[in-house]
């Protein structure tokens, strides 16, 4: 939240999303869809992306969609983007030489037409293997499902396929075990391909898989987190402290085998700490 007393604060970059081009407006609808609004670098052509089924505040870790509006000779160059509370929404266009100023509605509706309706994914760690299920409830040209697999939450590996139903109205349940995961976190995600190589990406999961040979602690109280890096220090290595979508809230280098981190501004949840490959949970 954004603090309400004046002052000097600091904002700290949680995530990044690669929009390919420059993004003039945003707005979220009631089903928390997200729409933004923008314009290629060349300032040739606008567009928009659709953020939606992503999981809580981790906005891009559902399906995205790009969308084509036109040439900024033809439409203008857009500028605003509203969303309604019964899912509609507005685009409006700045003057641009004979191009005057206007507002073009458009359902969000009209550009969910998913390929499938994907109700569940889920991510859990069985006997050293991570079982991944995911459920449909209606699938339409449907080709097959990529599983991918992330050490970052960036840069991610197909690590199998699953053959889909194709053509379905009712529950499907799919599922896929990983037998060789990486020491601490691993995100999953999961690719669907239409039939003509369409592909659509959706929710993102994070696992922590322990290593049984991990030396790395940490030891929490209500401001303060201590990491015990043991074996694994090294004045080279940094550290890492992460939320449950991944998105680093801390960094650092190891001074020290041991290392106290202020933790009284992070709210009260779930949290990951990183060093040279050994991951370890903790709760405030």
């Not at 604060?9 to 949680?14: G, R, S």
């Not at 809580?56 to 309604?84: D, H, P, V, W």
Request: charged letters at 20%.
């Amino acid at each position: 939240s954004l603090p309400t007393t004046p002052g000097t604060y600091i904002a700290t970059e949680l995530d990044e999303f690669n929009s390919n081009g420059l993004i003039t407006d945003a707005s979220i609808g009631p089903n928390g869809e997200i729409v933004l609004l923008g314009y290629t670098t060349n300032l040739m052509n606008s567009f928009m992306w659709l953020l939606y089924d992503y999981t809580g505040e981790n906005f891009f870790s559902g399906n995205k969609r790009r969308f084509e509006l036109g040439s900024t000779f033809t439409y203008g160059q857009t500028e605003g983007i509203a969303l309604t509370s019964n899912g509609d929404g507005y685009v409006s266009n700045e003057q641009l030489g004979p191009i005057d100023q206007s507002i073009y509605s458009f359902s969000i509706q009209s550009f969910v037409a998913l390929p499938i309706n994907l109700v569940a994914f889920n991510a859990t760690y069985e006997n050293r293997n991570v079982k991944l299920e995911w459920q449909t409830s209606a699938e339409r040209n449907n080709d097959y499902f990529s599983i991918q697999r992330s050490e970052d939450a960036v840069h991610f590996n197909e690590i199998g396929r699953q053959a889909s139903s194709k053509i379905s109205t009712e529950i499907q349940h799919y599922s896929y075990l990983d037998e060789q995961p990486f020491s601490g976190l691993n995100y999953y995600r999961l690719m669907q391909v239409d039939r003509d190589g369409t592909p659509s990406t959706y929710f993102t999961k994070v696992v922590n898989v322990p290593n049984r040979s991990a030396s790395l602690r940490a030891y929490v109280s209500a401001s303060q987190l201590l990491i015990d890096a043991g074996k694994s220090y090294d004045k080279l290595h940094s550290y890492q402290l992460m939320n449950t979508g991944g998105a680093v809230l801390k960094q650092g280098l190891l001074t020290s085998a041991r290392k106290s981190i202020d933790i009284s501004g992070l709210p009260k949840g779930g949290y990951y700490v990183r060093v040279a490959g050994e991951t370890v949970r903790f709760v405030k």
